[in-house]
Structures are given as C-alpha cells and as structure tokens.
C-alpha cells in the first residue's frame, strides 16, 4: 500500500491532502500535526489507515520520534513526503519596510521565526525521515512553498510586503534544490509548489470564510502583473487535487524544480 506522510495536516492545505489521499483505499497517511487534540478538523478522518501523529517543526527530537512511530506503522518505509508545516502571518505581516522604523525587535521576531519553521523545519523533517523514503519505492519529497518566494513574480506584481514570509519561500525553494543534489543518485525526487492563491479560512481558526486581511488586494495585484490570469482564488479541493496528478506525473527531470500546481513553470496562467 503506497504510504504518505503528510507533514502541517490539521488544517487547509495539508487537511486537504489527507482528505484527498484517504479517499483511495489503497493509501495509508500518517498526518503529522504540532497539537492532536486542537486538530478538530483532522480527528474524525483518523482511522486504520491514517494515523495521526504529533511533531514539531522547531523539535529535532519531537520528528525523530514521530519518524520512528511512522515506521512502526509502515513497516520501515515510506513513498511520499509532504512537508506542508509552515509559518505564516504575524503582526507585521503586511507592514511596509518603510514602517519598520520603532518595531525593529519584533521584526527580527518575526523572521528569525519564519525562517526557524519554513527552511529549518522542512530540513530537519525531511533528514527525519530520509531512512524510510530511501526504503520506499516511489522516494518523493514534496515541498509546499508560494510563489511569493519566486523572484519573478514578485517584480512582476511589485511585492513590496510579506518580507519574512517571501525571503523564507526563498529560501524554501533553494532548500528544495539542495536536497535534490543531495539525494538525486538515490533515485529520490524533489520538487517544491506553489500551490496557487488558496482560501483556507474554512478551517482556521477565528471567522471561518472570512477572508484573511490583505487576501482581496493580492489577488488585485497579482491580476494586474499576471494580466491572463482569472483573478479567483482556488478551493483546497482544487489546489490538492491539480498537486497530487501532478505529483502522480513527476519524472526525474524535474527533480530540485520549484512548479506551478499544475507543474508549469507559468505560476498564473489559465
């Protein structure tokens, strides 16, 4: 039975992958999230084939001993590796660097924080559970970055905000190229995503399908860098499902590539 791992599950993206993943009775999932009993979302999939496990990204010892709890569970091997755990937003999120000016702690704060979950964390996951890909038979590793990290895209759309999270994408990205010269002669193929504008605030905390401050005005102004683009946000369900026919697709040729969900390297284009 092909088994996944699927790495920052209890909600949107990650939720999403273990929903779509389940439905095939042929899959086992191990869904890693940071807190079980906070996961309200995840909880009632669990069953005999997916299994719920707790790690946390910034916790070396915490992913070693889920790594080892997965193993008991698969029998020593693993296919895919779905590392989705991410920090984003924050209280200067959308702040200017012009307006840094007085919060410059907090800032620091901030993207020593991000950096710490969104490059560290998925290497220290990934090195976690290299033993059980390298036994596996499809040897995948899956990195779910965003175009924000994309130098590309954003001169094309005049990114000015987002600083913590875009330089960690970034750096996401070139993590993701790493590992695929690393492990590239032991048949291991590595690609990140971005995963295309998505609204997950069905299963976030707070206002659910309220729409996230500042979402509205980057559709705005990816539709005006991206001008043959249909401004409309994804569902999880369409995000995951274009990602896993992609994933089901991927050849060693595009190993240490950073793709579009569609596996294009044309990040908004219908």
């Known amino acids: 039975m092909p088994s996944w791992v ?10 999403e992958f273990v929903r779509q993943l389940a439905s095939k009775p042929d899959n086992v999932v191990i869904a890693i999230v940071r807190n079980k009993a906070t996961a309200v979302h995840l909880i009632p ?14 916790d070396r010892q915490s992913l070693n001993a889920a790594a080892a709890e997965t193993s008991k569970v698969t029998g020593g091997s693993i296919d895919v590796l779905i ?21 410059e702690v907090a800032v620091d704060q901030e993207f020593m924080d991000a950096y710490r979950v969104n490059v560290l964390g998925v290497m220290w996951t990934t090195l976690a559970f290299m033993s059980l890909l390298r036994a596996g038979p499809t040897k995948k590793i899956i990195n779910i970055s965003s175009s924000a990290g994309d130098l590309e895209f954003t001169q094309r759309i005049k990114s000015r905000t987002m600083v913590a999270y875009a330089c960690t994408k970034a750096g996401l990205n070139m993590l993701n190229a790493k590992f695929a010269n690393q492990f590239r ?16 605030e069905e299963t976030t905390p707070g206002k659910p399908g309220e729409l996230p401050p500042g979402f509205n005005e980057a559709l705005k102004a990816i539709s005006a860098g991206y001008p043959d683009w249909t401004p409309i ?8 499902g274009l990602m896993l026919d992609t994933i089901s697709r991927l050849k060693p040729e595009d190993n240490g590539q950073f793709m579009s969900e569609k596996g294009t390297k044309d990040m908004y284009k219908d």
């Open 233 to 240: 946000a994804y569902t999880p369900q369409q995000s995951v």
């Open 6 to 15: 699927v790495v920052g599950a209890s909600r949107g993206i990650g939720l």
């Open 45 to 58: 999939l669990a069953s005999a084939r997916v299994h719920i496990l707790e790690a946390d990204l910034c």
């Open 185 to 200: 002669e032991e048949g291991v193929i590595c690609v990140s995503f971005s995963p295309g504008i998505v609204n997950t």
């Open 83 to 103: 590392n989705n755990g991410a920090k984003t937003g924050g209280e200067h999120y959308f702040t200017s660097m012009n307006d840094y000016e007085g919060i």
